[in-house]
């Protein structure tokens, strides 16, 4: 199981050495086998998974075709919708949400044959960046149990590096899937904002929402990055551009690319990640890819432009969580408005709290313009460094994280301290621009460390083919 | 400090968020320590910089424009009965909430 890949359980399937159905059991029974270590699966649905794979098995049968990720087995993480299985977004406030329809992208895997086994674990509501949020505890690090594994999608990247699942569905608002690639050491993706519809993705902050994949290699992400894009009438934000096929797109030569790397990021980095950053900077030299230093003068403002920026959207998404149409209702309120301040100040954690109320005052009476307004002009200034980077460079790379994999508890005490952490990923979530994490070596005694890859608006397909020869250098 | 404990009571009520006196004191502390990272905002010049509402909004190109609205046509919505299926409380094909007014 540890070992599957999408083609080799496609080759597989081909050559009859297995069936779907017999896939999707070993997978089931390996990550109830396996997740006590972890905590990465909140719930697994082999009734769901075991349809799926007949469904393969049959159209197999029949001299069908049965998709791109035909018998492949896939975890899905909880704040994605999937019909008629609980979805709980790893809070107390929908611990017995059952959906009554399945997210676009939930739909999309599923017809192209996919195997969902179930779903997993996250920060509550996507927000953190450790997955020591989750209502239902954390997450431990597959590489090392005494580490986290990143957040918000923690559980998703786990299962892809423990080997419970091929490839799963993630969230990133922040980073929430390139930071735990990196931790993990799998392969992450962040598509271009609209790339990927976000119908059934339980909403955090709307205009940074993305969906996307971790697998265990740069073609896998490739292969389930194209099942999943496209437009969608369902999500008004999605692109109608073309999705090209960007598994078929990989050996392009990457020879003469033009590399940036940013000044003012490296000048953060310390350590042995700083030094697995630059030799996969030699490694890209060797490539015969030109790299040079390149400025990208407001990232230092980030942090805060960020954090105004989701808080304020998060406060204004949040509000819909009111006990009355779903979700956790406090029981002794005898009025309407102090059951909707009970059930609020019952159904969610802390760090949501925390966002809730930072989101509430940033867009308050007297605060807007210094805050809100003032935040979204300075991510204007962000994404125009980015244009004007690819003015002159095909893509950008950087640390994805400052350090690796820390310690459960290390900071969960200080949220400043967590929201630092962000500070390599937020400047591409704020651009909308497609970026990924594709692991880069290990440090301080064996925790994985990523190397975050960035392109222009629906590039996609250069990020992938510069991802896949660094991955096979 | 930037915020006082009746600032952080007075976002509570906006945002319909019970905090108990404890909480209010951690959410105080937190908030506080928050914003001292934000004000580094105040620095950076934005003299003539059009807000950034959304990403790709609005563009030149067609098919990459992320404001799009679908046909104005009729489709079929949830069942009543799957539509409050995750109610806490609903009878009559209505969602239940507690006393709004007293008589």
New interface residues.
């Given amino acids: 199981m540890t070992r599957h890949t999408i083609a080799s359980i496609r080759e597989g399937l081909r050559a009859k050495a297995f069936t779907a159905v017999e896939v999707a059991r070993e997978a089931l029974a390996f990550a109830e086998r396996e997740n006590p270590k972890t905590n990465a699966y909140l719930l697994l649905c082999p009734e769901r998974a075991l349809a799926a794979a007949a469904e393969v098995d049959r159209k197999l049968a029949a001299g069908e075709y049965a998709g791109a990720l035909a018998g492949v087995p896939i975890a899905v993480k909880d704040v994605i919708l999937t019909k008629g299985v609980r979805t709980t977004c790893a809070s107390k406030m929908l611990e017995n949400y059952i959906p009554p329809y399945d997210a676009t992208a939930v739909e999309r895997v599923e017809a192209a044959g996919g195997v969902i086994v179930g779903k997993t674990n996250c920060d509550e509501f996507a927000m953190g960046s450790s997955n020591e949020s989750s209502y239902f505890g954390p997450v431990r690090n597959p590489v090392a149990l005494d580490r986290v594994p990143g957040g918000s999608s923690g559980g998703s990247a786990a299962v892809v590096a423990q080997g419970t699942a091929v490839v799963s569905l993630g969230s990133d608002t922040g980073g929430s899937i390139r930071q735990p690639a990196s931790f993990c050491g799998v392969v992450g993706v962040t598509p271009t904002y609209g790339r990927v519809s976000r119908y059934g993705l339980v909403a955090f902050a709307s205009s940074l929402d993305h969906i996307g994949p971790f697998a265990r290699n740069v073609r896998d992400s490739a292969t389930v990055l194209g099942v999943i894009s496209g437009r969608d009438p369902m999500d008004s934000t999605s692109a109608d551009a073309p999705v090209p096929d960007y598994a078929a797109g990989l050996d392009g030569d990457v020879r003469g690319m033009k590399i940036g790397l940013p000044v003012e990021y490296m000048k953060h980095a310390t350590g042995e990640t700083a030094d697995r950053i630059h030799e996969a900077v030699e490694k890209l030299r060797a490539m015969g890819c030109e790299v040079r230093d390149i400025s990208l003068p407001a990232t230092d403002y980030a942090i805060a432009t960020y954090y105004i920026i989701c808080t304020a959207e998060a406060s204004a998404n949040l509000a819909r969580f009111d006990g009355v149409r779903y979700g956790y209702r406090s029981s002794d309120s005898g009025t309407l408005s102090a059951m909707y301040r009970n059930t609020r100040g019952e159904g969610f954690g802390a760090e949501v709290k925390r966002r809730i109320m930072l989101g509430t005052y940033v867009l308050s009476h007297g605060y807007y313009d210094a805050y809100y307004l003032k935040a979204q002009k300075v991510r204007a200034l962000i994404a125009q460094d980015f244009t004007n980077a690819f003015q002159t460079v095909d893509a950008v790379v950087a640390p994805v994280s400052p350090f690796p994999a820390f310690r459960l508890g290390e900071k969960v005490n200080d949220p400043v301290e967590m929201y630092l952490s962000d500070i390599y990923t937020i400047t591409g979530s704020l651009a909308g621009i497609p970026c990924m994490s594709v692991p880069c070596g290990m440090a301080d005694g064996g925790l994985p460390v990523g190397l975050q890859i960035l392109c222009n608006h629906f590039e996609e397909q250069k990020m992938f083919r510069l991802a896949h020869a660094f991955e096979n250098s | 400090m930037r915020l006082t404990e009746k600032?952080?009571r007075y976002?509570?009520a906006?945002?319909?968020?019970?905090?108990?006196d404890e909480?209010t004191g951690?959410?105080l502390h937190?908030?506080d320590?928050?914003?001292a990272?934000?004000?580094?905002?105040?620095?950076?010049d934005?003299e003539g910089?059009?807000?950034?509402?959304?990403?790709?909004f609005g563009g030149d190109d067609?098919?990459?424009?992320?404001?799009?609205?679908?046909?104005d046509v009729e489709r079929p919505t949830?069942d009543n009965e799957?539509?409050l299926?995750?109610?806490?409380?609903s009878g009559e094909g209505y969602?239940k909430?507690?006393?709004?007014i007293?008589r």
């Fill in positions: 600032d952080v976002v509570a906006l945002a319909n968020l019970n905090l108990s909480e951690q959410m937190d908030l320590g928050i914003l990272q934000m004000d580094a905002l105040a620095e950076i934005t910089v059009a807000p950034m509402l959304q990403v790709l067609a098919a990459n424009d992320t404001a799009r609205l679908r046909a949830l799957v539509a299926a995750n109610a806490p409380m969602f909430v507690p006393k709004v007293e």
